[in-house]
């Protein structure tokens, strides 16, 4: 059952891409009998387009400075008593 089933999966992959190659090669091998056929045809209308040119014109980046920014040292603040960290009150009981 799971064999024939795996074959199945295999045979309809196969077809499809096998009609897939098949539509491809058509398509781009096809021709019409007159040119009014041609322009209605999508596929030559897409195939013969001309590439689309860009509108938008780019701006070119401006760099400047905008401001500069103060350095200042950071110290931390750290303090070390080392006398509560040395004494410990006697064990009560
Ligand atoms: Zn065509």
Do not use: N
């Not at 491809?24 to 009998?33: K, L, Q």
């Not at 596929?43 to 920014?69: E, M």
Request: hydrophobic share 40%; glycine share 4%.
């Amino acid at each position: 059952m799971r064999e024939s089933m795996r074959s199945v999966y295999r045979w309809s992959a196969w077809f499809c891409l096998s009609l897939m190659l098949w539509t491809a090669a058509v398509e781009s091998v096809h021709h019409h009998p007159s040119q009014t056929d041609a322009a209605s045809c999508s596929i030559c209308v897409a195939a013969h387009s001309t590439t689309p040119t860009v509108s938008s014109t780019h701006v070119r980046p401006v760099f400047t400075t905008v401001g500069v920014l103060p350095e200042e040292a950071v110290l931390a603040k750290a303090r070390l008593d080392v006398f509560e960290l040395g004494s410990r009150g006697p064990p009560s009981a």
